[in-house]
């Protein structure tokens, strides 16, 4: 059995070894393939190449990558096409040593290449998906008719204890979590490794607070100018509280240059602003400066800090990505919806807003919220989370947990919170007559009733 584990980020990479290290995978040769998914692979770090991946690669009989098989195409764009997969993989079990030997494939996402193109390629091989962040807690983003069947397992770190994975769930796939002290462990290994180069940055960083970028403007959730303006403001609340060191993490694969904005505000602030432009992983710089607060909008390193390290963990700009994040089916609405409702708000004077929903109370609130967002983002594959959906939108429909929602896809849904028929003719109404959004507006409804009828036959 060869197994080949498919990684492109240093936190990807880490869960693997841990879940090595904590005996879930058997015997056999390992073959670890690295991914660059950045959106230009060319200029950017690649895994193999980062600070500590040496703690890492130990643990794998062979390290390539999938970049330069398939260079000059993009791994995150290029999928083989039907009639060519047999081709495929007779080529990459010469090119890999691979031989007649049956093959088992691990890899992050399975929506998406280049885990699907090679779970395409090699179509008997079983896999395990892992998940190195919240989305594990959300639905699956596309349908996987001939992948689906063959997942054995999602491995997953329990970064929101008592809150159950959704992903891959309406194929049976079962959750297993990755132990807690076994990634430590490896992120020891790792903060060992990467020491010298995290002394470049100089000293007295203890205590100090960190934020962590991520790549919205890049995603084109936001402009770079709004995601500058997020990232002042946090500057500007960990100020406010008193932070003399404010640390900043962009995120690796953030295309976006950092302006002297940040660094002019911080100075009139009278704040030592340290922007960390290696690409070790903030939870690397979570472990080594155990930083007080660590603030961000809706990153999983929030998440991981305040898990592991018990730092005190902050959002912020997540109610104006709530409103602007679409379309609705968006993968990043669950990691949004858990960062927005566990984590304090910090605003620009410094101050935390109490949590919307305690770490104490995710069985009994956030898992009945999460269930019904998973409905609305995807109906079609979770009909079975209609009515548990529906009932939670009838207890809410009045108050401040419908902001969660959209009035537009509750309405499509015949949910409650929804307008009712007689407001969407007086909305259809007001808008002007032979304008292009009214059009719009009647090619959408009418395709919504059809789209109901023909779910009703």
């Known amino acids: ?63 390539l990558s999938w970049n330069d098989l398939i260079d000059p195409l993009h791994p ?12 495929f993989e007779r080529l990459l079990r010469d090119r890999w040593g691979l031989g007649g030997d ?45 992948v689906g069947p063959r997942i054995d397992r999602l491995l997953h770190l329990d970064l929101v204890p008592g809150l159950k994975p959704r992903l891959l769930e309406e194929y049976g ?41 991520q790549y919205l403007a890049s995603l084109d959730l936001i402009s770079e100018s709004a ?19 404010v640390l900043f993490k ?32 903030a939870e690397v710089w979570c472990a080594t400066v155990k930083p007080e607060l660590v603030v961000g909008c809706f990153s999983t390193a929030q998440m991981t800090a305040l898990r592991f390290f018990g730092a005190t963990a902050a959002c912020s700009g997540t109610r104006m990505m709530l409103d602007q994040l679409t379309p609705y089916q968006n993968s990043n609405r669950v990691p949004l919806v858990i960062t927005d409702t566990l984590l304090p708000h910090l605003d620009v004077e410094g101050r935390l807003s109490a949590p919307v929903i305690g770490l104490d109370q995710v069985g009994e609130k956030l898992a009945p919220l999460l269930t019904a967002v998973t409905y609305c983002m995807q109906a079609g ?22 902001r969660y929602f959209k009035r537009r896809r509750l309405t499509s849904l015949k949910l409650p919170g929804g307008l009712s028929q007689a407001n969407r003719r007086l909305l259809t109404a007001a808008l002007p007559p032979h304008t292009r959004r009214r059009e719009l507006a009647l090619k959408a409804l009418r395709k919504t009733e059809e789209m109901r009828g023909q779910t009703d036959e």
């Open 250 to 281: 962009p995120h690796p694969t953030s295309q976006s240059s950092l302006s002297g904005r940040l660094a002019e505000e911080a100075g009139k602030l009278g704040v030592r602003l340290v922007v960390i432009d290696d690409p070790v992983p």
């Open 173 to 213: 796939v079962p959750p297993a979590i990755v132990p807690d002290e076994a990634f430590l462990a490896v992120l020891a290994e790792v903060t060992t490794e990467v020491a010298p180069v995290l002394a470049r940055h100089g000293s007295g960083l203890e205590g100090s607070a960190l934020i962590v970028g």
């Open 381 to 402: 594959s979770r009909p079975e989370l209609r009515n548990d959906a529906g009932a939670y939108l009838a207890e809410h429909a009045e108050g401040p947990m419908l």
């Open 102 to 146: 049956p093959v088992e494939l691990v890899t992050e996402s399975i929506a998406v290449s280049p885990g699907r193109a090679l779970a395409m390629i090699f179509h008997d091989a079983p896999v395990t998906v892992y998940s190195d962040g919240l989305m594990a807690y959300g639905p699956t983003r596309t349908s996987l008719p001939n």
């Open 76 to 87: 995150f764009g290029w999928t083989p096409r039907a009639e060519d997969l047999p081709v």
């Open 1 to 63: 059995m060869t197994q080949i584990f498919v990684a492109g980020t240093m936190y990807g990479a880490m869960t693997v070894a841990a879940a090595i290290d904590a005996g879930l995978f058997g015997g056999g040769r390992r073959v670890l393939l690295t991914a660059n998914n950045a959106a230009i692979p060319q200029v950017s770090t690649s895994l193999h190449e980062m600070p500590g991946f040496e703690a890492l690669a130990g643990r794998f009989h062979e390290v």
């Open 227 to 245: 995601e500058e303006d997020l990232h002042l403001r946090m500057v500007r609340g960990c100020a406010a509280r008193g932070h003399a060191t």
